[in-house]
Structures are given as C-alpha cells and as structure tokens.
C-alpha cells in the first residue's frame, strides 16, 4: 500500500505563488507515476501536472509556464509549484500516487488541500 498526503495549500492573491507538497509512504518503490489534480466546485476533476518515476513531466495547458512539478526521491514528495496563479486556480488540489503492484495497477489518492486564489 501507499499512503499519500497533501499540505501547502492556503489563501493567496492573484499574482502570488504556493507550494503544495505530496509525501508519500509505504511501498513508494511501485509508484510510477504521481499526479496533482484539482477541482473546482460544480466542475469535474481535472489532471494539472504529473511526474513519472522516469522525470517525465506532463502539464494542463491552463498551467504551462505557471506550474512546475518536481520531486525529492530522498523525501518521497513531490511539490506542485503554482506562480502567477489566478482566480480561476481555486480549487481543491489532490495527489495521486499509481503504481503496479505485482503487475496489478493501483492508484491512490490523497485528503486534497484547498487553494484559494483571491482577485
């Protein structure tokens, strides 16, 4: 099992920067792939960025050039750094931690952190 946890989120102005983090723990070797999501009231989840295990980044057009995904292997976290955020970022931010576990594909995902971005 893996156990995924999200902080960082808060209240900010539009234009400021947050860092959300995601620690995870447990059986962190079979993750291949950890990714933010985010939802904003009445609308669906959305992907916002990912990372694999390989580095390879993948981010929502609505982000590019804004967000910047990274890791810390030594920690087991991975950081969502969101600058220039705007109104419309305001959402709850969840990670998500997929993996293969003895060839069986699992995800799991964290509590969310809300993001407030204020106009």
């Known amino acids: 099992q893996v156990q995924v946890v999200e902080s960082g989120g808060g209240l900010v102005q539009a234009g400021g920067s947050l860092r959300l983090s995601c620690a995870t723990s447990?059986?962190?070797?079979?993750?291949?792939?950890i990714g933010w999501y985010r939802q904003a009231p009445g609308k669906q989840r959305e992907l916002v960025a990912s990372?694999?295990?390989?580095?390879?980044?993948i981010y929502a057009d609505a982000v590019k050039g804004r967000f910047t995904i990274s890791r810390d292997n030594a920690k087991d976290t991975v950081y969502l750094l969101m600058d220039s955020l705007k109104a419309e970022d305001t959402a709850v931010y969840y990670c998500?931690?997929?993996?293969?576990?003895?060839?069986?594909?699992?995800?799991?995902w964290g509590q969310g952190t809300q993001v407030t971005v204020s106009s």
């Open positions: 990372i694999s295990s390989s580095g390879t980044t």
């Open positions: 998500n931690a997929a993996g293969l576990w003895e060839l069986d594909p699992y995800d799991y």
């Open positions: 447990g059986s962190t070797f079979s993750i291949t792939t």
